[in-house]
């Protein structure tokens, strides 16, 4: 089973009191269902990809910190799915 957009979700929900876009793809991913990272992300329009971009630079750094491997891996995948 794939738990990349759990990962993004929990991710983002560090941020969306901070930051309206943050609440805006969190709300996304509350309100519909995603098959996997690539609908996802076909989903999110140019803004949106941009700040989810900057956003898993940041929490990947953090799990690069930690050695969370798994996190790593996971946040990764949608990373890459921008692009």
Known sequence: ?????????ES????????ETAYRIYEKLE????????????????EEKQYLSELLAVELDYA???ADHVR???????YEQLY
């Open 64 to 66: 690069k910190q930690e």
């Open 1 to 9: 089973m794939d738990f990349t957009l759990s990962y993004v979700k």
């Open 72 to 78: 790593i891996a996971q946040l990764n995948e949608m």
């Open 31 to 46: 309100d519909h269902y995603y098959e996997n990272e690539e609908q996802f992300a076909i989903a999110l329009d140019e």
């Open 12 to 19: 983002l929900s560090n941020w969306i009191d901070e930051n």
